[in-house]
């Protein structure tokens, strides 16, 4: 059996703190293919950054612990050393960051800083690197770009700045492209043509992308598949269709039911998911979305959700999700469940 | 950039000169400083001598006047015109003061022009500051760069407790044991005396004669650039542009020296700017503890005589050390930081 194009097995990011460990990352698993998107969602802090950044080696020679495998075109990343994975990063697999303003070093220019990813992998003088740099500011869609080479940072608007940094990304092929919120720091209008642009590319050069984003909008536009990411843990996976139509999860049904919609009557409040993610230095022993659940009561017996924590099952080809309830299609609960509505302290 | 540069020439000229007016006004507050100078067995005719000499009976904003055109053309002493004409008549024209400009006055007990005071004292000082500038930037930044990446482990914590020692030994204690047991009891190195650099021949033995109370001043400083740099550097490196640099695959040499290391300077050029002005100024205690004839030996003198021009010269001189340092600093971050630079 071939293994798929990225594997990633098992992945654990734990990080020793003096108050405990903090389980970034427990357990989690998915496959890509080359010219896909997989698209990770979650709320802040359910460790889809942590668990992309382990791709890259990011964690490595900090406290964090991580184990796993992840298989990217054969080799297990994370069984190579830190010079093989030093020189795998920005070549093979390459990382673009939520804030394009923090993400560039304000002290050299943007030509400078692109041009460098490409140096660094490849044997060019420093005016082949340029011209390759201003080639690629030219392919992402800065007007100007033997001019605008030369600027710095600053005098680039926040757009220009992610285009900046997706020219950096790209400018070595990369057969994995990892986006980290790529358009949560930008303008709406500029977010559209930043995600045109990111799927231009990948359909150029036939990269994997995953998309890790908290907007729904963003993974029905670009994904292929779909990861939930819940306390650290995959909670929901599966195609998007499947996942946006039918959710089996609650916490995927109300990240959709939380997403405001266009066509209702404005004067309709915003329904938000009860309650906050639970902490993951101490993560609750049975099912980590119990607490904030509005269908727990439907399970057999209530208190099952509380005590074990759920198996990620297959309820349909390609499929899985990790959660008690029997019935996989939760449209059938919505009247049941309970209406938690808790005012805001 | 150029306008840039002049602007904070032009500003910097105004702030001497303000300065000047303020030390000035200061000093000459409490009435005739010759009372102070005169000393413990004065006599009137001794009292008016150096009235006369310094131009003390003269109000204070004429004083001024007198001073500050001394900067600009020099002046001569005494300043009291009857005194120069009476010298003049009695054939002792060579016992006027002829003070050229920039013109800072005249010390009464030394016979000599504070000019030349100072510069006979910048030899030493200027030597001190620029040697013990160079080995603490250069070993601090060093140093505090190692302890930032080897943050939490052993050598970090070798780095962190040992700057906290030396910071907290006062200097005249560093100082005492460089010279009473390395050089003096154990003649590990030979006994510090003062050999100016006049010629390019000159480098080694200018060298060998400054580097004990160059190291005893760099050492004290050098623990708190130590502890700055770490700091500084420890800040830069968990900015996300760290982050994108590793992502590149840059090696991680080129992370730390290139990326991280850029941005701690500006911190640093600030605080090495002001401190190397100050040091500009004297390093009071170790020139005394060295028994170097510095800017420092000379303000202790200086203030044991109560020989006020020989004060005033040494403010002034400390005072435009610092506000021209400042404008190399603000030159330099403009270099260092493209956004502090002004737009074409």
Known sequence: MTR????????????????????????????????????????????????????????????????????????DLLSLSDKEMQQRRGKDVAMIFQDPLSALHPYYTIGNQVAEAYRVHNEVSKKQARVRAIEMLDRVGIPNPG?????????????????????????????????????????????AQILDLLQDLQREFNTALIMITHDLGVIAEV???????????????????????????????????????????????????PGNPPSLLDPPSGCAFAPRCTFKHLVDPPSLPDEVMPELEEIAPGHLRRCHLREHDLSKLIPLAAEKVEEPV | ?????????????????????????????????????CGRYCTPEKLAEITGLLGYD???PEQFGAFTAGLIVGRDFPVNDEYREALIANGY?????????????????????????????????????????????????????????????????IVVGSTLVVYALPVFVIGTFFLQYVAIKWQLYPYPRFEPLREPADILPWLTSIMLPAVTLALFFMAAYVRYTRAFVLESLSEDYIRTARAKGLPERTVLFKHGLRSALTPLVTLAGLDFAGLLAGAIITESVFNYQGMGALAVKANNNQDLPVLIGLVIVGATAVIVMNIIVDILYAYIDPRVRVSK
Request: with cysteine; net charge negative; proline share 5%.
């Open chain 1, 4 to 75: 798929p194009f990225l594997s990633v097995e098992d992945l654990v990011v734990h990080f020793p703190t003096p108050d405990g460990i903090v389980r970034a990352t427990d357990g989690l698993s998915y496959t890509l293919e080359p010219g896909k998107t997989l698209g990770i969602v979650g709320e802040s802090g359910s460790g889809k950054s942590v668990s992309s950044s382990a791709i890259l080696g990011l964690h490595r020679n900090t406290s964090a612990q991580v184990s796993g495998r992840i298989w990217l075109d054969g080799v």
């Open chain 1, 147 to 191: 001019q605008r080479v030369d600027d710095y940072p600053h005098q680039f608007s926040g757009g220009m700045r992610q285009r900046a940094m997706i020219a950096m990304a790209l400018i070595n092929d990369p057969e994995l492209l990892i986006a980290d919120e790529p358009t949560t720091a930008l303008d709406v209008t500029v977010q």
């Open chain 1, 223 to 273: 994904a292929d598949d779909v990861l939930v990411m819940y306390a650290g843990r995959a909670v929901e996976y599966g195609s998007t269709k499947q996942l946006l139509t039918a959710p089996a999860m609650p916490y995927t049904l109300g990240l959709i039911q939380s997403v405001p919609d266009l066509t209702s009557d404005v004067d309709e409040p915003l329904r938000p998911i």
């Open chain 2, 1 to 37: 950039m150029f306008a840039f540069i002049v602007r904070r020439i032009l500003v910097g000229v105004v702030m001497v000169v303000v300065m000047i007016f303020v030390v000035f006004s200061l000093f000459f507050a409490n009435g005739n400083p010759a009372i102070n100078q």
């Open chain 2, 58 to 60: 003269k109000s204070i």
């Open chain 2, 93 to 157: 024209e060579n016992r006027i003061i002829r003070c050229d400009a920039p013109c800072l006055g005249y010390s009464q007990s030394d016979q000599k022009t504070v000019n030349q005071l100072l510069v006979k004292a910048a030899g030493p000082t200027l030597s001190l500051a620029v040697v013990s500038f160079t080995i603490w930037i250069f070993f601090g930044v060093l140093i505090g760069v190692l302890a930032a990446v080897f943050k939490g482990r052993l050598l970090d914590r």
